[in-house]
């Protein structure tokens, strides 16, 4: 064994080089495939993030497009109220007047009588707020009707005053406030 020692001490020159260079090689090797998993390491990681910032960012849309719908949709809604509700005076005035006497007779109530408008501008929203002032006569019962009639009402009416007089005994004569909406239309102000 000795010999084969002695051999291939005496021929160093030719094979360190060789192992020099294939050790050189193993660690490059290494050395690469380690910065290598690495480097794929740190874009998996940017990656991830970008996924979830992405993940994140389209929940922020569709939250975002959800509350756009929604304006969209209440945008609507308020311009459908405008115009079936809030409609201008030539629209609905009458109509509303004949079911105010369409109420009051369904009430078993007589009247309306003295019937006396008013009208305030609100400005910041573009309508026109129309108190109507009535008096009707009945008893306690038909009052009550007429109150439950014109809160179940279609049309958008606010009871804004009651006013009793009983100098009628068993008749009750009640001054009635009622006040309405109407989109503030040219020359109604």
């Known amino acids: 064994m000795n010999r084969w020692f002695d051999l291939w001490l005496s ?20 050395g690469y495939r380690l910065i290598l998993e690495v480097r794929v390491g740190v874009q998996t990681q940017a990656l991830e993030r970008a ?27 308020i311009q459908s109220i405008r115009n079936d509700l809030f409609a201008t005076q030539a629209e609905r005035l009458t109509r509303m007047m004949l079911e105010v006497k369409d109420l009051t007779r369904r009430a078993r109530l007589r009247g309306p009588d003295n019937i006396r408008y008013t009208d305030e501008t609100i400005e910041d929203f573009g309508l026109l707020k129309k108190e109507i002032t009535f008096s009707v006569t009945g008893n306690y019962e038909n009052v009550r009707q007429l109150i439950n009639l014109i809160e179940i009402s279609e049309s958008f009416l606010v009871l804004e ?18 006040s309405t909406l109407f989109e503030a239309g040219e020359g109604e102000s």
């Open 11 to 30: 021929r160093v020159r030719l094979w360190l080089p060789a192992l020099l260079f294939l050790l050189l090689n193993l660690a490059l090797f290494f």
């Open 51 to 77: 996924e979830e910032e992405l993940a994140s960012l389209r929940a922020e849309r569709e939250s975002t497009e959800a509350g756009l719908q929604l304006a969209e949709r209440t945008g609507e809604q």
């Open 161 to 178: 005053e009651l006013g009793v007089d009983e100098s009628d005994p068993g008749n009750l004569r009640i001054n009635v406030t009622l």
